[in-house]
C-alpha cells in the first residue's frame, strides 16, 4: 500500500512536469519520525535564457521560498523575540510603522488583520537597493480597514515586521535569521545553506557553483508578454532572468532581504526547520510558544493564526480536504508551500513542495489545482 502511495505521488509530479505546470519541483513528505517521499522531478528551467535549462532537479536543489519567508524567518523569530523577552504579543505596532496601521498590535500584524493593504507595486517608485525609501512608503500608504475588522492577506505587515525585528535585535534581519534559528538548529552548514537570504548590491553576480544548485524563476522577455510589458520588467531592466536574486520584486529592490519574501533553500531545509516547530524545538525557549502560535485567529471567517495558515472550509484551499483542523502552513508565490498536520491519524504530517511555477512567467498559475491533488496523495503516504 506504502508503494503504491509513494508512485501514486511519484507519478503526479512527474505528469505536472510534462503538463508544464512547473518545470521541475521537490517533493519531501515525512510521517512521523520517517521520510516517506524525498524525490525531484523535471528540470531546473525551460527557457533559453536559462544556460542550465535542461540540468535535471536533484534533493538538493534550491528554491525561492517567496512568502515562506514569512513562517520560516520572520514568524520564528518573533516566536524568539517574545521568548527571550523583547516582544510581546500585544504590543502596539511603534511608530513610525504605526502611521501605515494606527492601533494594530503585533498580533493583529500577524494574523494579516491589521488593517493594512494587500499590495502595492513601490519597486515602480524606488531603484535598487533602498529597503528605507520602501519602508517609508509603507509608512505613507493609507489604511484599508480598522485592526481586526477583516482579514487582508499583506505583505505589508511582514515588510512592518521585518523592520521592527531589525530594531529590538540591533542587526540586520539575514543576520538575525543566521545567528537566532538556523545556526542553532545546524541549518546554516553546506554552500549554500539548508536556508538563507541572498543580500543583493549593485554587480553582484552568482557564483557559478551555485548556478546549477539554484532554480531561476522569472524570464524577462518582452516577447513572452505580446499583449504588452508588465509593471516589474522596468526594475529588472538589466538583468534577462531571475536566478538567485529574488522574485518578489518589492523584495528585490529592498536588497534580497525582507520580512516578506527573500528567503532560499532546500526542501530538507524547509523541512526541517517545519520539524522544529513541530516538535517545539525552536532555539531559545520559543518552542514553548508553538501552540500559542497555531491558535485560531478570532477575527470572524479568519483561517489565520500567528504568521501561519490554516485550511479553508469546505476544501477551498490549497490543501482540500487532505489535511484535519489542526493544520497549519503556508504557501508561497513562486510555487512553494509547507503544509504540517500534527494531529494525523497515522503520525505527524510534514509536506513540503519546492517548484519554480513562475518560470518562464508569473501568469502560469496551474499550480492552484496541483496543490491539492499533491495534498490529497501526500496524506495517503
Known sequence: ????????????????????????CVALVSRGDAVVYH??????????????????????????????????ATTSLVAVAVARGKLDLDASVPEPWARACPGASLVDLLEHCAGLVAHREYFTEVQPFDSAAVLERVCATPPAAAPRER?????????ILGAWLERIFDAPLDA??????????????????????????EDTLLPRALERRIAP??????????????????????????HGSVHDDNAYVMGGVAGHAGLFGTAMGVHELARA?????????????????????????????????????????????????D?????????????????????????????????PTRTNDAIKTLRQRFHAAAAKL
Open 39 to 72: 524525490e525531484g522531478h523535471g528540470t531546473l528551467g525551460s527557457h533559453p535564457a536559462f544556460v542550465d535549462r535542461f540540468e535535471p532537479v536533484a534533493r538538493d536543489t534550491v528554491y525561492d521560498l517567496a512568502s515562506l519567508t514569512k513562517v520560516l
Open 176 to 201: 538575525c535569521f543566521v545567528q537566532l534559528v538556523t545556526y542553532p538548529l545546524y541549518l546554516d552548514q553546506g554552500d549554500p545553506p539548508a536556508l538563507f537570504f541572498r543580500r543583493l548590491v
Open 151 to 159: 482579514v487582508v492577506y499583506s505583505d505589508l505587515g511582514f515588510m
Open 277 to 325: 516547530w513541530l516538535q517545539s524545538r525552536l532555539p531559545g525557549g520559543a518552542g514553548a510558544l508553538r501552540d500559542r502560535f497555531w491558535r485560531a485567529s478570532t477575527v470572524p471567517g479568519s483561517t489565520r493564526r500567528l504568521g501561519w495558515d490554516a485550511a479553508a472550509e469546505g476544501g477551498s484551499g490549497a490543501t482540500g480536504t487532505a489535511y484535519g483542523p
Open 217 to 242: 524563476t522569472e524570464v524577462y522577455d518582452a516577447a513572452l508578454h505580446p499583449a504588452g510589458v508588465p509593471s516589474h520588467f522596468a526594475v529588472r531592466s538589466q538583468v534577462a532572468v531571475a
Open 1 to 24: 500500500m506504502a508503494a503504491d502511495a509513494r508512485q501514486a505521488l511519484f507519478d503526479l509530479l512527474e505528469a505536472a512536469v510534462e503538463e508544464a505546470v512547473f518545470p521541475g
Open 327 to 359: 493544520a497549519v502552513g503556508h504557501n508561497g508565490y513562486t510555487g512553494t508551500s509547507l503544509w504540517i498536520d500534527p494531529s494525523a491519524s497515522r503520525g505527524p504530517l510534514v509536506c513540503v513542495l519546492l517548484s519554480n511555477r513562475v518560470h
